[in-house]
């Protein structure tokens, strides 16, 4: 100013016109700048409105295919964030189409003005199309990645899935299939809660496939995939179910059958026992298998059972038809070889019984053989002719037992061979022992006949000694005659002696013939090499040499007489015949008729010999008499006559023999002849005989006495005397025969009483035995004993029709006779009765011990069942108590067997008690002691069904619990393994969450099933016989694996939801990092619109600054670590950009300033 006023001094009114004029043109030119600066702003605004328009339009106008959808988000949100500029820029766009209004009213280039805001427009709704148009297309993909990545999981699901239902394992036991089922089930499940998925991602298809999404052939081919492998799936599951479902039937069928058959071979081996090897309690073993054989009956519908539910799998054309028809041809064998096997014991059983029965038999004879053996052998042949008589009786006794145990051994050899012509199993024992038999009994032949010759022998032998003896008493008696020194004291009795002495020598040439016979026969024994020809020829010797020295007596006799012939001639034969009937009258007049039949045989042959002497003696009485006719005197007086000497016996002596007499010691007899040294003849009141010499002792005769005896009385009384003895003689013949007959009689009836007082010792035996094999055998003896006593029948009945016939001839013994047959026939009557009554006993006996037997057996039997059921171990082995259950199936039906053999034991014990009164109390004791058993065993079985049913639950429950435990266990383990798994962005994130999500699907599911769970461990703590605490443990132990899997899956939820925060923290600091770096690369260009919305997105991108804070506050600081450099790098960044921004506030300030100025 002082400058110009110095150029051009003005004046005051120049001045201020001037600068008038100057305020008016500055204010034109104000005015001019204004409008310039409007429409230059204008320009710029509209260049920069329009790059970024155009920039926005470029943007919205890329073709973006987004990869996941956390990229399709990414997308979104820097879509939205066009949208929140395009916003930002609605404020420019709106000023600048009214400043553009403003401007083209007044400025010159209007229509440029006007242009330029009409293409702005158009650009602006060109953006905004773009950006609708990407925006649906940026959604379209979101969706499609959304769709891709629900398919992506259903598809990796189904892909593991497949896996499960294309497995062709079925398993190797009941167990794993049914493992795999509840796998399956489970699966089936989870593909019901996969179906609502999968219909979700089918209906986001149908939509998108309407709306004719740019993916449409994507989308169906994949859809076509999914649902066909969902279809494939589903198919696959129900034929997996379906096999599954088979194989159990199958392992279930093969269970039983293995069951089946280890029972089987459980039976198979009690059939194999050779138990049939031992004879004792062959009886108890054949009732035991009868049993087996009910049992085994009763276990038929088992098979029967096994074979329809075969011949049903094979029709519905199971996979394993080969196997189930070699299972029923297997279990149909074993059957069929077990029913055979069976038959083949009870066959062996019966032949071993039989065999029993037949060794019995075998060893009856053995024994008899034995003791006949031992008979055979036995070297007595006896000592006289009546011991050898009855061995020879008892020979031919036991010659007939013999030919009738001859009939027993062809019995027995016919049953030994039926016995090898049925195969009998001891064969060859039967074949060897019978053999054995045969042969002991055909050696019994040899001795049988060398007993039967040396019996025949010693008969002959004892015959011969009895005849040597007789004959050599004959020649003793016939001694004193010759060696007598008596000649007679007058005529007549030399005469008489000498007549004597020819009668005598006569007599002994007639019995030279009974000598020399006696001898030939000794010597044909000799020839013959009689065993005792030492002895046959001594005594041949000592009869010839007594005969011999007979002879020579006799003759010196004749010599000494021959001078006496006239002496004692009537007187002397009178008093001889006198004397000879006084000394046969005791003989002929003895009582004694002899023990028994050989002593009353000998009797009679003596009385014959006596008699035929008797009848020899007639001719002398005839001729004494004739003697004493011619005789002209009549009387005679004899000489001193003094009395017959007598002795006393010093001793007693029994008789050996019926010539000998007993005394006793001090008796007093009359001495008959004592010229033999050795033996006197003596008188014993009236009874003549002879006694040992050395047994006597002489006593003193008195004087001589004188009589006189008339020769006609003499006769008479010799007539008399001798015709006494002759009837005494025919008497004692009769007695001698009906003694001989009486002692027939009575030896059959003492042979017949002999034997029935052996018999009525067995039969009224006391003790009947205890013993079932000892009552069998008892009784097989009993119906032998029966056999015998019929055979007895007709021996009694001879011996009653002789004795009958004996009587009627009027026997002198007949009441003794009668007598003796009465008793014979009462006690054989009463042997019969006791023979019938102990049959009776002996069969009670035998069916009350068969009873017992039998109720022992049972007893047995049920203690045997009852001990399985006694073992009640709890088991936790679900297959384990499923084996036990349809073993006690089994075992209920062999208790319904041994109920039915109570009851027929009740029956049978009805009968028993009816029969037998008398064991009422031990019958109903053994009824009471098996009831009581039955009454344990059934009680037992109920406990035990119980028990069973207990173990099942329980059972159920550990498997249940094992099944848990897996699948928490597994759970733990899917959860577990996906820790370390993070995801590298949002998207991967997102999908493990899902998938995690899908886990805890799995983990309520799981949680339902422990509830269930644990609701029935309390009904089996509340219950009896449980273990409380180790179900109270599994119960705690599976709690404490829910709330272990919960709280790891929360910490797993935790940390993935922190990584997807952190996840998408990082991804917003990414955005907003670019952002920033790209507002800082542009900020220099920016125009003051473009600061006024950089204001606003500064502001967002603050606020996003600020929430990202705040998440990284929530998060754990291990992730939080992860962003301090990049939040810090971006603050940096961030607080650079605002100082920028100030700078270029101030810059545009400052340039506004300058334009204006």
């Known amino acids: 100013s002082s400058g110009i006023n110095a150029e051009w001094p003005l004046r005051p009114g120049e001045l201020k016109d001037l600068w008038v004029q100057i305020k008016a043109s500055s204010a034109l030119r104000q005015q001019k700048l204004d409008e310039s600066f409007k429409y230059h702003k204008f320009l710029v605004h509209y260049r920069d409105l329009t790059m970024e328009m155009e920039r926005l339009v470029l943007l919205c106008g890329q073709d973006k295919a987004p990869r996941d959808v956390a990229e399709a988000g990414v997308f979104l949100d820097e879509h939205a964030q066009l949208k929140v500029q395009l916003k930002c820029w609605h404020d420019s766009f709106s000023d600048l189409q009214e400043s553009g209004s403003v401007i083209a009213g007044v400025l010159i280039e209007e229509s440029q003005v006007k242009e330029k805001v009409e293409e702005l427009s158009s650009v602006w709704d060109e953006v905004n199309v773009k950006w609708e148009a990407l925006q649906l297309l940026l959604l379209a993909h979101k969706q499609y990645q959304c ?110 059958y293995d069951e089946l058959n280890s029972w089987i071979e459980e039976k198979q081996n009690v059939c194999l026992e050779q138990d049939y090897l031992d004879f ?9 298998h009868d049993i087996f054989e009910k049992e085994l009956r009763s276990n038929h519908e088992r098979v029967e059972y096994l074979a329809s539910v075969g011949d049903k799998m094979v029709e519905n054309q199971h996979y394993a038809t080969e196997d189930i028809k070699s299972v029923q041809d297997a279990i149909s064998q074993a059957w069929d070889e077990l029913e055979r096997t069976c038959q083949q014991k009870k066959q062996k059983l019966l032949e071993a019984y039989n065999e029993m029965l037949y060794n019995r038999g075998v060893n009856d004879l053995e024994n008899w053989l034995s003791e006949i053996e031992v008979q055979l052998s036995n070297d007595d042949y006896g000592t006289d002719l009546a011991t050898v008589r009855s061995l020879s009786k008892s020979h031919s006794v036991l010659e007939n037992v013999l030919a009738t145990q001859k009939s027993k051994l062809n019995g027995l050899g016919e049953q030994a061979a039926s016995y090898i012509e049925e195969n009998h199993f001891d064969a060859e024992n039967i074949k060897l022992r019978q053999s054995s038999l045969e042969e002991k009994f055909g050696a019994l032949e040899e001795p049988m006949r060398a007993r039967k010759e040396k019996l025949s022998d010693a008969l002959l032998l004892q015959q011969f000694f009895r005849d040597v003896e007789d004959e050599i008493t004959w020649v003793r008696e016939k001694e004193p005659g010759v060696v007598t020194t008596a000649t007679g004291s007058d005529l007549y009795s030399a005469r008489n002696l000498v007549h004597c002495h020819q009668q005598l020598m006569s007599e002994v040439k007639i019995h030279e013939g009974k000598i020399n016979d006696v001898c030939h026969r000794g010597e044909n024994m000799i020839e013959n090499k009689h065993f005792a020809l030492l002895d046959i020829q001594d005594r041949i010797d000592l009869l010839r040499k007594k005969w011999q020295n007979l002879h020579a007596l006799a003759a010196a006799r004749k010599a000494d007489l021959e001078d006496a012939i006239q002496i004692h001639q009537f007187f002397t034969n009178a008093a001889e015949i006198e004397s000879w009937c006084q000394e046969m009258l005791p003989i002929f007049s003895n009582t004694e008729y002899g023990k028994d039949e050989d002593t009353s045989k000998g009797m009679a042959r003596r009385n014959d010999a006596l008699t035929i002497e008797l009848q020899a003696h007639a001719t002398k009485v005839k001729d004494m008499c004739d003697e004493g006719n011619r005789c002209k005197q009549r009387n005679i007086i004899l000489g001193n006559g003094k009395k017959k000497p007598k002795v006393v016996a010093q001793y007693d002596y029994e008789e050996k023999s019926n010539r000998e007499i007993s005394v006793k010691k001090g008796t007093e007899m009359i001495l008959l002849n004592s010229n033999n040294k050795d033996w006197w003849k003596v008188d014993h009141n009236g009874r003549i005989g002879f006694v040992p010499q050395v047994y006597m002792k002489t006593i003193p005769p008195d004087d001589q006495v004188s009589a006189t005896v008339a020769v006609p009385k003499k006769m008479e009384a010799v007539k008399a005397k001798y015709e006494e003895l002759c009837v005494q003689a025919d008497l004692r013949k009769t007695r001698l025969g009906e003694a001989v007959t009486y002692h027939v009689i009575m030896a059959e009836v003492n042979d017949v009483e002999s034997w029935i007082t052996e018999q009525e010792k067995m039969v009224t035996q006391n003790n009947i035995g205890s013993d079932l094999p000892f009552i069998l055998h008892q009784l097989n003896k009993f119906t032998e004993f029966e056999k015998e006593l019929a055979g007895f029948e007709e021996p009694i009945n001879k011996i009653n029709e002789d004795a009958h016939d004996v009587i009627e001839k009027g026997h002198s013994q007949e009441v003794d006779i009668q007598s003796n047959v009465d008793n014979l026939n009462r006690r054989y009557a009463n042997l019969e009765r006791l023979a019938g009554r102990r049959k009776t006993h002996l069969i009670y006996r035998k069916n009350l011990l068969l009873f017992v037997k039998s109720v022992d057996d049972c007893v047995d039997w049920i203690e045997e069942k009852k001990k399985p059921l006694l073992a009640a171990e709890t088991s936790g082995d679900l297959e384990l108590v499923k084996t036990m259950q349809r073993k006690h199936v089994g075992v209920a039906r062999e208790l319904q067997c041994i109920k039915d053999n109570v009851a027929k034991l009740h029956d049978d014990g009805d009968r028993l008690i009816m029969e037998q ?146 996840k998408a923290c990082d991804m917003d600091e990414n955005v907003i990092e670019a952002r920033i770096q790209k507002v800082a690369d542009t900020l220099e260009d920016m125009t003051e619109a473009d600061c006024r919305n950089l204001d606003q997105l500064l502001a967002v991108e603050e606020e996003r600054i600020a929430n990202l804070q705040a998440v990284k506050e929530r998060i754990s600081s291990s992730q939080a670590d992860l962003l301090d450099a990049k939040t810090d790098r971006m603050a940096c960044k961030f607080a650079d950009l605002k100082k920028l921004q100030e700078k270029r506030k101030k810059y545009r300030l400052r340039l506004c300033v300058d334009t204006t100025a």
């Open 147 to 256: 769709w891709l990545r629900d398919a992506e999981v259903v598809t990796a699901w189904l892909s593991t899935r497949e896996q499960l239902v294309s497995d062709t394992y079925i398993g190797t036991s009941l167990d794993e299939v049914e493992t795999q089922l509840k796998k399956l089930e489970d699966f089936n499940q989870s593909l019901k809660a996969q179906e609502n998925k999968i219909s979700v991602l089918v209906s986001t298809s149908d939509e998108m496939i309407a709306a004719e999404h740019f993916a449409l052939q994507d989308i169906e081919e994949k859809m076509s995939d999914i649902s066909s492998r969902v279809d494939r799936v589903r198919d696959k599951l129900k034929l997996r179910i379906t096999t599954l479902e088979d194989a159990a039937r199958f392992h279930q069928y093969i269970l039983e």
């Open 280 to 288: 004792s309690n062959l009886q108890g073993k054949l009732q035991k």
């Open 917 to 1062: 009164p008398d064991n009422t109390e031990k019958v109903k004791e053994k009824l009471q002691e098996v009831d009581e058993r039955w009454s344990e065993v059934e009680e037992a079985n109920e406990v035990h069904s119980d028990w069973l049913e207990k173990c099942g639950e329980l059972a159920e429950f550990k498997r249940t619990y094992n099944d848990l435990v897996d699948k928490l266990d597994g759970l733990t383990t899917e959860v577990s393994s996906t820790c370390d798994e993070t995801g590298e962005d949002v998207g991967s994130t997102e999908a493990l969450i899902a998938s995690h999500h899908e886990l805890k699907e799995a983990i309520e599911e799981e949680r339902e099933d422990v509830e269930k769970f644990v609701g029935a461990g309390r009904v089996l703590v509340d219950q009896e016989n449980c273990d409380k605490d180790d179900v109270e443990e599994d119960i705690a132990v599976l709690q404490g694996k829910l709330e272990g899997l919960e709280k790891l899956w929360s910490d797993r939820e935790e940390a993935l939801q922190s990584n997807l925060e952190l």
